[in-house]
Structure formats: structure tokens, C-alpha cells
């Protein structure tokens, strides 16, 4: 699942802030304001190349790791009850996909967020 605001939520924001919107608030500095806005456009435009592949790669790994199907929100929070229930603790069946899908799902985030941060992560 992607971050909250995704790019199109992005994108708007912008706009408003760009039109001077006097109901968005701003920090007093305009680098970092320029900063912030030039990596959300950034954001913005890496999901708009990737268009919907992360969440329906994400979708289809919840599935196959809890064995039913579902919306992706409600995937998400059956893995988490599975976690907190201790069905993935160590040495319990389906520990390492649970870690791989978890471990794929932070780099396609970061990958849409902050690339720069992986390097030579795959």
C-alpha cells in the first residue's frame, strides 16, 4: 500500500500551495519549502511511472502468504493480526515469505519515496 498522500493527493496540494491557497500552511522557509515541494513532485512522478504494479505485486503476495483473497487494506491488516498473533514468529510456517514480503513491500515504498536511500539495495 502505498504512503498517505499518494502523488495524485501530491500533485493537488501542490497546486493549492502553488496558487496560494491561504488555508495551507507553510514553514517560514522557503528552501525547505521548495525542497519539500521539488521531492513530492518527484514522489509523484515515480508512482505515476510505475503506475499501479507495486500494489497489485503487494496484493498478490498477501494473498498467496495468507491463502485468501481480498482488498489490499484489508490484506494489510489480516497480516498484521497474523503478526501480532505470533503466526509468523520464528519457526512458524510461512516466517520467511512473511519476511520477504514485508521486506519487498519497504523497498518499493522507498523506492517511490527516497530511491537515493537504497544504493545497491534490491
Do not use: C
Not at 14 to 29: H, M, T
Amino acid at each position: 500500500m502505498r504512503d498517505r498522500p499518494n502523488g495524485a493527493n501530491l500533485l493537488a496540494l501542490i497546486g493549492r500551495i502553488e496558487a496560494a491557497d491561504p488555508s495551507v500552511s507553510l514553514p517560514g522557509d522557503e528552501v525547505y519549502t521548495q525542497r519539500m515541494l521539488a521531492h513530492a513532485k518527484a514522489i509523484a512522478e515515480r508512482q505515476e511511472v510505475l503506475g499501479d504494479a507495486p500494489e497489485q505485486q503487494e496484493l498478490q503476495s498477501l494473498r498467496s502468504l495468507l491463502g485468501k483473497d481480498g482488498e489490499l487494506a484489508d490484506l494489510n491488516r489480516a497480516l498484521a493480526m497474523a503478526i501480532r498473533g505470533g503466526n509468523f514468529d520464528p519457526g512458524a510456517t510461512g516466517v520467511d515469505a512473511a519476511r520477504r514480503h514485508l521486506w519487498q513491500t519497504a523497498l518499493d515504498r522507498v523506492r517511490e519515496s527516497n530511491p537515493k536511500a537504497l544504493k545497491d539495495q534490491t
